[in-house]
Structure formats: C-alpha cells, structure tokens
C-alpha cells in the first residue's frame, strides 16, 4: 500500500503563486509516475501534470502549461506542484495521485493511490 498526504493548498489573489508538495509513504518501490489532479465542485476530475520516474518526462495539461511546474524527489518520495499566475479557474481541490502501471496519465481511473486532497482558491 502507499500513502500520499498533501500540503501547501491555501487562498490566493489572481496573479498569485502556491507550491503544492505530496509525500508518498509505504512500498513506493514499483511506482512510475506521481502526479496531479484537480476538481472543481460540478466538474469532472482532470489531469494538471504528472512526473514520470522511468524516464524523467514530464506532462501538462494545456490549461497550466507555462504557468505550472511538477517536480519530483526521489530521495525524499515528494511530487511538488510549483503554480505560478494562478487565475480564479484554477480554484479547485487539487488531488496527488500515483500509479504504478501503463496508461495514459490523464486518466483517473489509471492511477491506483490518491491522497485526500488540498484545497486551492484562487480569488479574481
């Protein structure tokens, strides 16, 4: 089993800067990627960015792209979310999530652990 607990959400002006960080506990051994969802209320589960551990690569949705940076710790089994210029429609619960198989990393139902989740508003 792995445990992924957040941290970093919180209030914001438009314009502003958060850094979101999930630490993965347990057998993180056969993990390949870490990664980043958010929900808003009335809205679908989507993927904001995911860090691969095979191969170092990295993914955005477009709506972040520029604005946000995903960065993994190995040593430390932390996935941060760097969010830059945030903007009122980013305001949502973001989610950290790890998988260990294929699929595209979008995907929700492809990922097998979640943490409980962090609250970001955005205020215009």
């Known amino acids: 089993q792995v445990q992924l607990v957040e941290s970093g959400g919180g209030s914001v002006q438009a314009g502003g800067s958060l850094k979101l960080s999930c630490v993965a506990s347990?057998?993180?051994?056969?993990?390949?990627?870490m990664g980043w969802f958010r929900q808003a209320p009335g809205k679908v589960r989507e993927g904001v960015a995911t860090?691969?551990?095979?191969?170092?690569?990295?993914y955005y949705a477009d709506s972040v792209k520029g604005r946000f940076t995903i960065s993994r710790d190995n040593a430390k089994n932390t996935v941060y979310l760097q969010m830059n210029d945030l903007k009122p429609e980013d305001t949502a619960m973001y989610y950290c999530?790890?998988?260990?198989?294929?699929?595209?990393?979008?995907?929700?139902?492809?990922?097998?652990?979640w943490g409980q989740g962090t609250q970001v508003t955005v205020s215009p």
């Open positions: 347990g057998y993180t051994d056969n993990l390949n990627s």
């Open positions: 999530a790890a998988k260990i198989g294929p699929g595209a990393w979008h995907i929700p139902q492809n990922y097998n652990y």
């Open positions: 860090a691969y551990t095979t191969n170092g690569r990295t």
